[in-house]
């Protein structure tokens, strides 16, 4: 990749996103009015006031970062379109920016559209799919290699590398449906969506620093350039979105950061150091299978539930007939319940013919091992979990996958 003096574009890159975050802190106000006119506003089920709060102004935030990626495209080829030599120009790098960019220009817009629509959830897990399609076409076209390297360990049963082909393809797909949904499921307390955005985001920027040196150089590089105006236009969101959140940042903001992850970590080739960034997601998203996939009720909201005596926050608790749920259901239940992992009480409700178990997510979760907590305080433990999370993840990025692998 002939990406021209990387220094200096990166510095541009830090100015401009530092004017992105300037602009954005200044602007969401602004457009608070505006949301709630066009009705796009929720209530913060967790305060005793039921205030409307203008919701999806992550929109806001998309859009200043797709303008600032839209401005700042040219100068990484400021010396190719400089010499303006005929078929000198790197097309093919060019491309990259491009297909990067619609598909998190879709997954925008098709955020804004459910929270405009309020979907249901298996639409929810299609839109990723579909926005990732010019991505994963580009990659096609432009890379397509498909290949993946075997641990040491295994490496005389399959060689050095696998190619898994279209299987890959696969993988990528799932990899957006996963960091979109993975974020929109790990929230419901004020500051968190946006919050453990910018922690990933500015791990990533820590990985992508120290690695720039390496023989993968452009491809972090290119991670860059998308991570800081990013994580510039999110700290501004995350001012107006910390508790108590003025405003919320809707589906919209949950599926531009997936897939701002998922578009970086494919084109830069670093999809499994991705993955790890986002341990606490996917500790949350195993969590949750019993009631993503209905094998125990799940309702519409599963954030924690305001005690108004103390004015902290209670785990929130799903309700069931006893002796109606599946065989799923119930080994799920046991399961869980023998590892301590969710507080069942059977005897509750008219007659004491149903059971509660607290929802199944990492909120519920801290709160019925030590609260009742703040609503503050319960962000801060959450987000101080994603930084811990991080450090583990540079742990085994460094240490232990030379077990696996060579360097
Ligand atoms: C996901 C979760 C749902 C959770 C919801 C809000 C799953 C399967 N779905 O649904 O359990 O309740 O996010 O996080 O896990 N809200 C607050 N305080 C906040 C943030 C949101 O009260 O800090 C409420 C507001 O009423 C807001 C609404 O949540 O209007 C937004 O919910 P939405 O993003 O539409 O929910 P989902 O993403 O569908
Ligand atoms: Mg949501």
């Not at 205030?51 to 859009?63: D, F, M, R, S, T």
Request: proline residues 5%; hydrophobic residues 50%; aromatic residues 14%.
């Amino acid at each position: 990749m002939e990406l021209g003096d990387s220094g200096l574009t990166i510095a541009v890159n830090a100015v401009m996103s530092l004017t992105a975050f300037f602009l954005c802190l200044n602007i969401i106000p602004k457009f608070k009015e505006m949301f709630l006119k066009a009705n796009l506003c929720g209530i913060d089920l967790n305060k005793e006031n039921k205030n409307k709060i203008p919701e999806a102004l992550g929109v806001v935030c998309g859009a200043v970062f797709l303008c600032t990626m839209f401005l700042f495209m040219p100068m990484p080829f400021y010396k190719q379109l400089a010499d303006n030599t005929p078929g000198k120009f790197p097309h093919h790098e060019y491309i990259h920016y491009l297909a990067a960019l619609l598909s998190i220009c879709c997954m925008v817009f098709l955020g804004f559209a459910d929270d405009v629509l309020d979907l249901r959830w298996r639409h929810k897990l299609l839109l990723p799919t579909f926005a990732s399609l010019p991505l994963l076409t580009v990659y096609f076209i432009n890379i397509n290699a498909t290949n993946v390297i075997m641990p040491k360990q295994l490496r005389w049963l399959l060689g050095f590398d696998l190619n898994l082909g279209p299987l890959y393809y696969l993988y990528m797909g799932m990899l957006a449906v996963f960091c979109t949904n993975a974020i929109n499921i790990h929230s419901g307390v004020n500051g968190l969506e946006v919050g453990q955005s910018c922690v990933i985001s500015l791990s990533v920027l820590i990985f992508n620093f120290t690695e720039m040196q390496g023989e993968h150089r452009m491809g972090h590089v290119f991670s860059i350039y998308f991570m800081m105006p990013f994580l510039a236009v999110s700290t501004a969101l995350l001012f107006h979105n910390w508790y108590p959140s003025r405003v919320f940042v809707g589906d919209t903001y949950c599926y531009f950061s997936g897939m701002t992850f998922a578009v970086v970590g494919i084109l830069s080739h670093f999809s499994k150091t991705m993955l790890l960034f986002f341990i606490p997601q996917v500790i949350n998203f195993i969590y949750s299978i019993p009631q993503l996939f209905h094998f125990v009720p799940c309702p519409r909201h599963r954030l924690p539930r305001l005690n108004p005596e103390l004015g902290k926050l209670d785990a929130s608790y799903t309700v069931y007939k006893t002796g109606s749920l599946n065989k799923m259901g119930q080994i799920f239940v046991k399961l869980f319940s023998l590892f301590r992992l969710i507080s069942v009480k059977e005897g509750v409700g008219e007659n004491g013919l149903y059971t509660q178990v607290n929802n199944f997510t990492l909120n519920n979760f801290i709160l019925r091992t030590f609260g009742p907590l703040h609503e503050q305080t319960l962000v801060i433990i959450l987000l101080a979990i994603q930084i811990i999370c991080s450090g583990v993840a540079f742990i085994i990025r460094y240490q232990l996958a030379k077990i696996f692998y060579d360097s």
